[in-house]
């Protein structure tokens, strides 16, 4: 089961910042939290991840609370390519074959004109 | 630049006549996955491969079979398709099982 909790749906407006939270309470020392989002009729696309200092790259911020069981996945100036499913994963950080991605139902984020 | 392709992106197959989705990779990594996602549902993982190890999900169907000829071609083999498998196809690969994962775009499978 997905240890994450996510809103069924968002919007937002083009060229404004989309707050995509995600609540993940259980989270253990060892897990990293991920974002993946899905656009319509392609496979997921990785985004970012972060085990507990703020991340950023060309794409989105994630911003981890300080006592880890929440994250907020932004996306400083959304535009319409980027109205997708978005999907907070936690993984453990090491490899094996229990490491693996277990997908929630996500945030489908639309962003409006 | 595609670098986890999958061919075709649509298949068409009759109810339990065998079918092979194909994946490739030109990012030399180490591990490959297949996801199945039905309609309106989330990725789920099948099985993957650590180099030639294979690791089957405990509640993966024996009707569905993989094969890793070399580094850069994982299949999946359905070897009687249901009407229940009709469903999206995911490949996805990653340089180690703790490292982000990158998506082909899926094969649609569809039973007749």
């Known amino acids: 089961d997905a240890k994450t909790t996510q809103p069924p749906s968002m919007d937002c407006a083009e060229g404004r910042a989309a707050n995509l939270p995600c609540n993940h309470s259980t989270i253990s020392g060892n897990e990293y939290v991920y974002w993946y989002r899905q656009i319509h009729s392609q496979g997921p696309q990785y985004i970012i991840h972060?085990?507990?200092n703020n991340e950023t790259n060309e794409m989105a911020s994630l911003i981890i609370t300080e006592d880890r069981k929440s994250s907020t996945l932004i996306l400083p100036h959304a535009t319409l390519r980027d109205t997708a499913v978005y999907y907070c994963?936690?993984?453990?950080?090491?490899?094996?074959?229990?490491?693996?991605?277990?997908f929630g139902t996500g945030t489908l984020l639309a962003v409006q004109p | 630049d595609a670098m986890v392709i999958q061919n075709p992106r649509y298949q068409v197959t009759q109810f339990g006549k065998p079918v092979t989705l194909s994946c490739s990779q030109t990012l030399n990594h180490n591990v490959m996955y297949w996801y199945q996602q039905k309609s309106s549902q989330a990725p789920k993982l099948l099985f993957h491969y650590y180099d030639k190890d294979f690791n089957n999900e405990a509640d993966t169907p024996d009707n569905f079979q993989s094969r890793r000829p070399n580094t850069s071609f994982c299949f999946l083999d359905i070897r009687s398709p249901g009407l229940g498998d009709a469903a999206m196809y995911l490949c996805?690969?990653?340089?180690?099982?703790?490292?982000?994962?990158?998506f082909g775009d899926g094969t649609r499978l569809s039973i007749l």
């Open positions: 972060g085990l507990k």
């Open positions: 994963i936690v993984r453990l950080s090491y490899g094996g074959a229990t490491n693996k991605l277990i």
């Open positions: 996805a690969t990653s340089s180690h099982e703790n490292q982000p994962q990158h």
